[in-house]
């Protein structure tokens, strides 16, 4: 839902609700979530906006949270989260996350616009570890920058993220970064240009390692951590 507060000010909001899992015996894993946010142009050269989501995973059974510590049972890689950190205790049934960003843009000029993105998220319901000594590990951010206009000349970007172990579910963590696991740092470098109409070439450099290091309490994320990825891509756009 979109609604136009003032000139050059809009409101927006959003909200779901996803079945994660679906079980024959026991109630489903689901995640309900709520998103409001804005979007400014104060003036002809500058755009910002911003968003603030809620996450409430609940009725999580041990399967989630094997998949979420090792990947165990999951179809797609996962791995990370501490076994009873991720939900203050073993297999707890919710997880409850905030999240923010912000973005600001300057389009000073049509080849070179400017563009300033950053975002937050802690989990609330993260614990420190009773069974290690790994602590609530339970925040998330990332910062990034990108110049240029892909039409005109060239978009080149740079971004750093930060996810500690149990900041979220490990299963919804990218994977061209991070693999899917949590408890990951690293950098994106990036660049973007239309070679045809409707044609894009991008090309993009991943570079990811270990947030902590401590074997047993971070062993399903540490092996593998330090990894460089090149990944290009030809996109085509149909009208």
């Not at 009725?59 to 996962?78: I, K, M, W």
């Not at 400017?114 to 319901?125: D, I, R």
């Not at 420190?128 to 990332?142: I, K, N, R, V, Y």
């Amino acid at each position: 839902m979109t609604w136009e507060v003032a000139e050059g000010l809009e409101a927006f909001a959003n909200g779901g609700y996803y079945v994660i899992d679906e079980n024959t015996s026991a109630k489903d894993p689901h995640l309900i979530a709520g998103q409001v946010g804005f979007r400014a142009e104060p003036t002809d050269s500058i755009d910002l906006g911003g968003r603030a989501t809620y996450y409430s995973f609940d009725s999580l059974d041990p399967a989630f949270h094997a998949r979420g510590v090792n990947g165990a049972g999951g179809s797609t890689p996962a791995g990370g989260n501490i076994v009873d950190g991720l939900s203050g205790g073993v297999g707890g049934q919710d997880i409850d996350v905030v999240e923010a960003s912000l973005y600001l843009g300057l389009w000073t000029t049509t080849a070179w616009p400017v563009l300033f993105y950053g975002s937050w998220a802690n989990n609330l319901t993260a614990e420190s570890s009773m069974l290690s000594t790994a602590g609530q590990e339970d925040t998330a951010w990332g910062a990034g920058v990108e110049i240029g206009n892909k039409k005109k000349y060239v978009k080149l970007g740079v971004g750093y993220w930060s996810i500690e172990a149990n900041a979220f579910p490990s299963q919804f963590i990218d994977s061209d970064l991070f693999d899917g696991l949590t408890n990951r740092k690293g950098w994106a470098i990036y660049g973007s240009r239309s070679v045809w109409k409707n044609t894009d070439l991008n090309v993009t450099a991943f570079l990811a390692d270990e947030i902590e290091a401590a074997v047993p309490p971070f062993g399903d994320s540490v092996p593998n951590a330090d990894r460089v990825r090149i990944q290009a891509d030809l996109v085509f756009k149909f009208d």
